[in-house]
């Protein structure tokens, strides 16, 4: 799912509520929103190869994580981040923490990854990375892009400085031990880049 952000979309303000007013909420809402500082937006549809993706990702990491204490969730699981001002729904989470307090978000989450989309792609490489940046469980930030074959990867270990990876690459997500080749993660997604490479 990709989200209207609120740099992007202030016509979808809503009144200000609370934090457990918006957990609340959710619970029962057919439309999934995302929290910012006492607003809510609403999360738009995805494309395609943003779902393609999407489950590349999280399969390859459900599978390596099977017998481990870590798990991870698909986008309509919640991070709470900044102390309760903020909730995301990233499209892959992964935490290595029991389960704590309310089984709707994860509080400490190890790895997250977005999906990049033409409404999306500012918010989630800067304030959204920022405000990710700030949590201490937090050990890689990924950013992949659909409409070409581009990962960009935030590692704490680096001080979050970006490492980018192509199509003859291998990524290794270091906070979970998993190598990959980006090509696996691009499987059946059709984007120029991916149409040169399957015309070899």
């Known amino acids: 799912m990709t989200a209207k952000t609120p740099l992007l979309a202030s016509n979808d303000k809503l009144n200000y509520i609370n934090e457990q007013k918006y957990l609340d909420d959710e619970k029962v809402r057919e439309t999934k929103y995302e929290y910012f500082e006492g607003e809510i937006f609403a999360m738009a549809g995805a494309s395609r190869n943003h779902q393609r993706l999407t489950t590349n990702a999280l399969v390859s990491i459900a599978n390596h994580l099977k017998d481990t204490s870590c798990k991870a969730f698909s986008s ?25 307090g309310d089984s709707h978000f994860e509080k400490s989450p190890r790895l997250i990854i977005e999906v990049l989309s033409n409404s999306t792609r500012k918010f989630d490489k800067t304030l959204k990375r920022l405000v990710y940046q700030n949590m201490p469980s937090l050990e890689e930030y990924v950013l992949i892009e659909q409409d070409r074959v581009e990962i960009e990867v935030f590692r704490q270990s680096q001080g979050w400085q970006s490492t980018y990876y192509y199509i003859d690459d291998k990524i290794t997500f270091s906070s979970i031990d998993l190598t990959l080749a980006v090509l696996e993660l691009y499987q059946r997604v059709e984007n120029e880049d991916m149409h040169q490479f399957m015309a070899k």
């Open 76 to 100: 309509d699981m919640k991070v709470r981040a900044d102390q309760g001002k903020k909730y995301f729904y990233p499209d892959v989470v992964v935490s290595c923490t029991k389960g704590e």
